[in-house]
């Protein structure tokens, strides 16, 4: 159900980004959603708009990013469609670059041949790492479906979506690393195991939310570090943020400056810098150090906690102290409660 597009932006090479959630009108059959995409994507097409729509039990999810005039006449559109209601915005910002840069619309509807419940995989004695092999095969693959597919099994099963995150998807990117550092795919194929795998981990959040989160309403910065392709733990921290009532923005920075340029605009309570979820980025190191660095020294009025993440931290190869920054994520998990705790001693000492 994909289709490549262009990645048409503005002539300021800035694109607008908006994500929304609504109520179905009506429970959709298949050849509902595929005639709703057919009619969006060609919609979407002719004005450079890319994104992805998700269903799933009477709620539709959808990020749609493109150009700020061509996105705002899609979404003129979308809100006056009588096939949904109650619709609300989650974020709206503007970015360097897209998420979803090589789609017009990407659909995933968990309401699709649903698996068969089986027999709890945790009573038989197996654990989330059994699946490792196999959730890497499928990304490699391209495989969404089936990873979905996988996904939506085992949380039938039993599994939190807490432990899918940290047990199966983070250690499913890490794999696919050693596959590539191992000449077992390359470049490109790793590209795409880490978008499948990323477009999968949309429909897997996290069941636990902190209620002084939602309302305190931090703001944060997730961005890659400077230069960095790869971005699977920047897009899931961000489901978790928001779930967690977090004002979040995105950024992809090619460069120091696009970043502090985009933190002196938004002046967040934190900023988060991934490296590689995939691959042990050992390199990289000293960039970031400087990166942050620069940040410290460019935006300390209103930069109150810096944290980073990616293999290295995960694997514990690299600390916080040795890039600078206040906190390194081991995993996605647990992030936002630290990251509020850090904020707001911040705050009270500041």
Known sequence: MLQHSGSTQGQDGWIACLTYKSKAAFTPSHSDLEELVHHARIRNRSVGVTGMLLYENGKFLQTLEGPPE??????????????????????????SSRLFSDWDLLLYSRAEDRPTPRQDARSEGRDLSDYVPRMTRLALEGDDTRLASQLAALSEEGWSGEALLARLIE????????????????EIDLTIGLSMLQLAAHAVRSSSHAGMLRTSRFSILLATAPGEAHMLGTAILADQL????????MAFPRSDTELINQLRAQAPDAVDLTLSDALPRHHALARLRETIAQSRKAAPENLAVISVGGRLFSEAAATAASVGADYARPSVIGATVRLAQLVQQRRETG
């Open 70 to 95: 061509g996105l705002k006449l899609i979404w003129s559109a979308i809100r006056e469609d009588k096939r949904h209601s109650h619709i609300e915005i989650l974020s709206e910002h503007v970015v």
């Open 171 to 186: 250690p499913t990117a890490r794999a696919m690393g050693d596959a590539w550092l191992a000449d077992e795919c390359g």
């Open 242 to 249: 928001t779930d967690a009532g977090w004002r979040v923005e």
